[in-house]
């Protein structure tokens, strides 16, 4: 199994409202990252799990917060979200090697804010 | 964090031309990975180079790595529809672990 997962592929929520993207792999990858897209950008990167554990943030405001239940999963939970997050939110996984590895990504989920 | 400098942004040609975009990054790098983004899909790893000079083929995809390790590109010969979607080169976040960071993508556009 090479796939990535992510649900819900589209996500609708005002700004005070509260909702999680979550996201699945059962490669037995140890690293996992979520990432933003804007229409037309590169992906950028927001948080990376190495075993399980957060070991990047890149200043990533507050109303985002990552978890990672156990090395499948990921999740990212979303409060007082603003309009200008509205994007692609994507997840990837990759093995963990003494170098940098391939990423696989998941479809992403289409997040719009209102 | 590491910034990878991409161009075209925008690439028009005809099908059965080639087509190529170029990476630059003012540090060297530990290696540069590749990925195609298909309209309205997610980004797939088409390949990762590591050695200065490296040059990789992958049926009409010939990927190359610069000497000092600071540039990279991705030709494409004899475009095929199916080759539509934007190309990223990506390196390394430079943070320590493996988060990547993106090229701006060359948009290809093919016209029959």
């Known amino acids: 199994d090479t796939e990535v997962t992510q649900t819900p592929k589209h996500l609708v929520m005002g700004m005070t409202n509260k909702k999680s993207l979550k996201c699945e792999q059962h490669m037995g990858h140890r690293a996992m990252y979520w990432y933003k897209q804007k229409a037309k950008k590169p992906p950028e990167l927001m948080f990376v799990y190495s075993y399980e554990k957060l070991s990047i943030n890149e200043s990533v405001p507050s109303r985002f917060s990552p978890e990672c239940p156990n090395s499948s999963l990921l999740n990212l939970h979303l409060h007082a979200l603003q309009p200008e997050d509205s994007a692609l939110y994507l997840c990837a996984s990759s093995p963990i090697r003494d170098r940098l590895s391939e990423q696989y990504f998941g479809p992403g989920t289409r997040l719009t804010v209102t | ?112």
């Open chain 2, 1 to 112: 964090g590491q910034q990878v400098m991409q161009i075209p942004q925008y690439q028009h040609v005809q099908e059965g031309e080639d087509f190529t975009t170029y990476c630059n990054s003012s540090t060297t790098l530990s290696n540069i990975q590749w990925y195609k983004q298909r309209p309205g899909g997610h980004p797939v790893f088409l390949i990762q180079l590591v050695k200065s000079g490296e040059v990789k083929k992958q049926k009409r995809l010939t990927f190359q790595f610069g000497e000092a390790k600071k540039n990279s590109s991705l030709h494409i010969t004899a475009t095929q529809t199916t080759d539509v979607g934007t190309y990223f080169c990506a390196g390394p976040s430079g943070g320590g672990a493996d988060g990547l960071t993106f090229g701006k993508g060359t948009h290809l556009i093919i016209q029959p």
